[in-house]
C-alpha cells in the first residue's frame, strides 16, 4: 500500500478512538509504563534481520498517543509469535497539513532520513519503515528508551561526538527541526534522532539546536563518510529515495553533500531562515 492509498479508517475515526481531555494529565501517553506490556514469552529482537522483521510482520497493539505531536503519534506493542517490542505508529492519515511540505509526504521523508542514516553508517534514526497499519500506511520506528539520567537541556550543549554526527547529518538531511526533544541520548553512549518529517525541502530550511560546530573544519572521519554518501546518491541511494521524494529533492540532497565537500565546513546559519526550532524543548 503506498501513501497514496486510502487509509484503512477515515481520521476522524482514529481522532475519536484516542478522544482524550486536555486538561488530564493523566491521560498523557507518557505517563504510561512502556515497560508493562505484556509480550507472554516473546523476546526483545537481537540484530538487525530480527528488528526488521519485527517491524515488518509485527501486529500492532496501540496503548495511546503522543499528545505535544504536531501530527497523530501513536504508540504500542509491537509482536510477531517470537519477537516484541516497542514502536511508534504515525499514520498518514493523522498528518497535519504544512504550507511549505505536500500533504502526505512526511512518513515518506522520515524514511527517506532513515535510509541515509543508515547509509552513513552512524545510525542517527531509530529502525524505521513504511507499512499499512490500523489506521492505513503509515511510518513504523522502534521505540528508544533514552537514558533518564540525562538533562537535555545541558547535553545537547556539549562537544558530543554523536550529537556532532547528528550535525552533519542534519545538514545532509535538510533538517527544519531538531528541537532537543528529537535528540535520544541513550545509556551506552549513543545519540539516535527521531521526527524527521520535515526534511528534504528543495529550499534550505536547517533549523537546529546543534549550531555548536559552526563554520568549523568537518572532521576527516566526517569528510569520508560524505563521499562514499556522494556516490550512494548518484547510484541505489538515490533510487531509494526516489520512491519517497522528488527528483528536485533528492538532487537537492546530493548538493548538499557536495556542498559539504566543496567547503569542508560545518554549516553556519543563512540569515534567510530562523536558525532554530520553536519552541526548542
Known amino acids: 500500500m503506498s501513501p497514496g492509498d486510502e487509509p484503512a479508517e477515515d481520521v476522524d475515526e482514529l481522532e475519536l478512538e484516542y478522544d482524550h481531555d486536555p486538561e488530564d494529565e493523566d491521560d498523557d501517553v507518557r505517563t504510561l509504563d512502556l ?3 505484556d509480550h507472554g514469552d516473546r523476546r526483545a529482537p537481537s540484530g538487525a534481520d530480527e528488528v526488521a522483521t519485527l517491524l515488518r510482520e509485527g501486529e500492532l497493539d496501540l496503548e ?10 501513536l504508540i504500542g506493542a509491537i509482536r510477531t509469535d517470537a519477537l516484541a517490542g516497542t514502536c511508534v505508529y504515525k499514520p498518514v492519515a493523522g ?13 515518506g521523508r522520515e524514511i527517506s ?7 552513513t553508517g552512524w545510525s542517527v534514526v531509530p529502525p524505521t519503515l513504511l507499512r499499512d497499519g490500523p489506521f492505513g500506511t503509515g511510518m513504523v520506528q522502534l ?4 537514558d533518564p539520567t540525562i538533562d537535555l537541556t545541558e547535553f545537547v550543549r556539549r562537544d558530543d561526538p554523536g550529537l556532532r554526527q547528528m550535525a ?3 545538514a545532509v538531511v535538510n533538517n527544519a527541526d531538531r528541537k532537543g526533544g528529537h535528540i535520544i541520548p541513550m545509556p551506552n553512549g549513543h545519540v539516535y534522532g527521531v521526527d524527521h518529517g520535515i526534511c528534504f525541502s528543495a529550499d534550505p530550511k536547517l533549523r537546529t539546536l546543534l549550531w555548536r560546530w559552526a563554520g568549523r573544519p568537518l572532521l576527516l572521519e566526517h569528510l569520508a563518510v560524505l563521499e562514499r554518501l556522494d556516490e550512494q546518491l548518484r547510484g541505489e541511494l538515490g533510487e531509494q529515495l526516489h520512491e519517497h521524494l522528488t527528483r528536485r529533492e533528492v538532487r537537492r540532497t ?6 559539504l565537500l566543496r567547503t569542508k565546513l560545518h554549516p553556519q546559519p543563512s540569515g534567510d531562515w530562523p536558525a532554530l526550532p520553536w519552541p526548542p524543548f
Open 35 to 37: 515497560t508493562a506490556f
Open 64 to 73: 495511546g498517543r503522543l499528545l505535544d505531536a504536531s501530527n497523530v503519534t
Open 95 to 107: 498528518e497535519r497539513p504544512l504550507w511549505d511540505f505536500p500533504d502526505g509526504t512526511l512518513a
Open 113 to 119: 532520513a532513515h535510509l541515509v542514516s543508515e547509509a
Open 143 to 146: 521505540w528508544m528508551d533514552a
Open 168 to 170: 552533519v547529518f542534519d
Open 254 to 259: 546530493q548538493q548538499r553533500v557536495t556542498e
